[in-house]
């Protein structure tokens, strides 16, 4: 092969990765998360946790995802930044086999367990796991305050003690 041909398909491939990141950053708002170096690793990690997710476009510095339809980007923007639990990503769960699925994976490869729901994965992001039924319970009245009292108690939901408690 001619390096002018390898010098013209280099152009179309940055093109071509150019016009998917593009097409990758439509949504008004969608969240950036800063990583030192290692945007790429974490993307291709979240991309294995959750389902319905894929890597839409990739450069040097950014990575465009998909997690189960939601649309997030990773920057290696250097050490600058760190994150910290003031922000967090909730995933809503349907029942206990998905917040096992999500604290397991998390917990059990490098992250971090905290209270209520919450986890720390291995790059130090901070994710609420908890159940769907959470906010129902939380709706009645009745229910509330016993629901609080044992999901205090808690780090990862367990749904049968939460209802159990609720409707104690």
């Not at 990503?89 to 490098?110: A, K, M, P």
């Not at 009245?141 to 609720?166: C, G, P, R, T």
Request: charged share 20%; glycine share 6%; hydrophobic share 45%.
């Amino acid at each position: 092969m001619s390096n002018i041909w390898l010098a013209a398909e280099g152009q179309r491939e940055a093109l071509t990765l150019a016009q998917e990141f593009k097409q990758s950053m439509t949504s008004p708002i969608y969240p950036c998360m800063w990583f030192d170096s290692k945007a790429h690793e974490a993307a291709a990690y979240y991309c294995s946790v959750f389902p319905n997710s894929r890597i839409t476009s990739t450069n040097p510095m950014a990575v465009a995802m998909e997690l189960n339809g939601v649309r997030f980007m990773a920057l290696n923007g250097g050490p600058e930044y760190a994150f910290s639990e003031a922000i967090s990503f909730v995933v809503t769960c349907e029942n206990q086999e998905e917040i096992d699925h999500y604290w397991n994976s998390f917990v059990n490869d490098g992250g971090a367990e905290g209270r209520c729901g919450w986890l720390k994965d291995k790059y130090g992001v901070s994710w609420q796991i908890v159940p769907a039924i959470l906010g129902q319970l939380m709706g009645d009245a009745e229910k509330a305050a016993k629901a609080m009292y044992a999901f205090m108690q808690m780090k990862k939901f367990d749904i049968a003690k939460l209802v159990e408690a609720a409707s104690a």
